[in-house]
C-alpha cells in the first residue's frame, strides 16, 4: 500500500509506505481495553510528520514513551507515539512538517518497530484512515422514534 493521497489535505505521518501493522479496533465501552489506533511499520529514527496543520498540544513523555498531539482546526485531534518530539507546545505545525522521530524503543507497543497513530474528535476516538477514506465506519443501531423516546426516559 503506498502513501495515500493528498487531495483532502491531510497527509500520512511517515514518509515510506503506508504499511498498517495493527488496525484500529475501539472497544464497546470508552473505558475497556481495545486499541484506539492504527500502527503503522516504522524504523527507529524514521521522520514523523503532521498529518494536518495545527497547535501542537502534548510534545512530552507519558509512560515511558514520548507522545506528541496536534489540535487542528477542525476540531480533530491526532496523536503519534513513541516519537522523540522535535516540536514543542504551542508550536503552530503545517502539515509534512517534521514533528519528530521515531524512538528507539519503538518495539515495546507493537512486536516490530512502530507508529501509534490515533484520531480523536474530542474524547471519541476514530480511525485515523477515515481521513483517507480507508477506514473502519462503525454504525450505531438505529431506533425507531418511539424506542428512543421510551430509552431516553428510562433510569
Known amino acids: 500500500m503506498g502513501p495515500p493521497g493528498e487531495a483532502s489535505g491531510w497527509r500520512w505521518p511517515l514518509s515510506g509506505p503506508a504499511r498498517p501493522m495493527r488496525r484500529f479496533d475501539p472497544p464497546p465501552q470508552r473505558w475497556l481495553a481495545g486499541h484506539r489506533g492504527v500502527d503503522l511499520a516504522a524504523r527507529p529514527g524514521e521522520k ?76 471519541l476516538y476514530l480511525d485515523p484512515l477515515l481521513l483517507f477514506g480507508r477506514g473502519q465506519v462503525r454504525l450505531l443501531p438505529r431506533w425507531a422514534a418511539g424506542e428512543a423516546r421510551r430509552a431516553s426516559r428510562r433510569p
Not at 496536534?70 to 496523536?79: F, N, Q
Open 48 to 123: 514523523v510528520v503532521a498529518a494536518g496543520p495545527g497547535t501542537v498540544g502534548l510534545a512530552e513523555r507519558v509512560a515511558g514513551r514520548g507522545v506528541v498531539t496536534i489540535s487542528h482546526p477542525d476540531g480533530l485531534r491526532t496523536t503519534y507515539l513513541p516519537v522523540r518530539a522535535l516540536v514543542r507546545p504551542g508550536d503552530a505545525v503545517a502539515a509534512g512538517q517534521v514533528i519528530g522521530v521515531v524512538e528507539e524503543d519503538a518495539a515495546a507497543h507493537c512486536t516490530a518497530p512502530c507508529l501509534h497513530w490515533g484520531l480523536l474528535r474530542g474524547r
